[in-house]
């Protein structure tokens, strides 16, 4: 776990970028990608998440994926992990985001990571933006609309990008009222993932 903050921290702070590459390697359907973890509700254990973190060098971010347990890959990436500002020595805080913009729901994902201890927690918030906002939800779905059309690998995932960073400003201005929050346990799924990429 150590070793995985430590590559986090050094890519946020030797960020490069490169030119456009269509077929840039995005994660899609991929068996495992450069980080995985399964994560199990605090209260529910059957109630998992499988998530999975893939290092775009080029581009300076680092893109999000949710297993599909049924198919046994990642699907193409929708969202990127988001650093915050560290409150405290040894804690790291991420963010990224699952949207339901028909229904003006944003599913906010905060990723903490805990060197001392090396425990990774997952906080799923449901928000909930009323109608007032619909100019805003709006906005977010013309760049959704954007970026599904787009078929060019980097300048998808650099819509993508910007897709989250909008959503993060509306976000972050506490006008959504939060419905529930889920807590989850994580844990590295690496060598699950690898035993069945072996099978398969």
């Given at each position: 776990?150590?070793?995985?903050?430590?590559?986090?921290?050094?890519?946020?702070?030797?960020?490069?970028?490169?030119?456009?590459?269509?077929?840039?390697?995005?994660g899609e359907?991929?068996?495992?990608?450069?980080?995985?973890?399964?994560?199990?509700?605090?209260?529910?254990?059957?109630?998992?998440?499988?998530?999975?973190l893939k290092?775009?060098?080029?581009?300076?971010?680092?893109?999000?994926?949710?297993?599909?347990?049924?198919?046994?890959?990642?699907?193409?990436?929708?969202?990127?992990?988001?650093?915050?500002?560290?409150?405290?020595?040894?804690?790291?805080?991420?963010?990224?985001?699952?949207?339901?913009?028909?229904?003006?729901?944003?599913?906010?994902?905060?990723?903490?990571?805990?060197?001392?201890?090396?425990?990774?927690?997952?906080?799923?918030?449901?928000?909930?933006?009323?109608?007032?906002?619909?100019?805003?939800?709006?906005?977010?779905?013309?760049?959704?609309?954007?970026?599904?059309?787009?078929?060019?690998?980097?300048?998808?995932?650099?819509?993508?990008?910007?897709?989250?960073?909008?959503?993060?400003?509306?976000?972050?201005?506490?006008?959504?009222?939060?419905?529930?929050?889920?807590?989850?346990?994580?844990?590295?799924?690496?060598?699950?993932?690898?035993?069945?990429?072996?099978?398969?």
């Amino acid at each position: 776990m150590k070793k995985i903050i430590f590559i986090l921290f050094i890519f946020f702070t030797t960020i490069t970028y490169s030119n456009s590459n269509p077929s840039l390697d995005i994660g899609e359907k991929a068996k495992i990608l450069d980080f995985n973890w399964v994560c199990s509700n605090n209260v529910d254990i059957t109630f998992q998440k499988w998530i999975g973190l893939k290092v775009l060098k080029s581009e300076g971010l680092i893109t999000q994926s949710d297993f599909r347990l049924d198919e046994g890959i990642y699907p193409i990436p929708t969202t990127i992990l988001l650093k915050r500002r560290q409150k405290e020595s040894g804690v790291a805080h991420y963010v990224y985001y699952r949207p339901l913009l028909s229904k003006n729901i944003i599913e906010k994902n905060t990723l903490i990571t805990k060197t001392q201890s090396n425990e990774t927690t997952l906080y799923t918030e449901i928000i909930i933006f009323n109608h007032s906002l619909d100019n805003e939800i709006d906005k977010l779905k013309a760049i959704e609309d954007k970026m599904w059309k787009e078929r060019n690998n980097t300048k998808f995932i650099r819509l993508v990008e910007k897709f989250t960073k909008s959503i993060d400003e509306l976000v972050l201005t506490e006008k959504g009222k939060n419905e529930a929050t889920y807590k989850f346990n994580c844990k590295t799924s690496e060598f699950i993932l690898k035993a069945a990429e072996k099978e398969g």
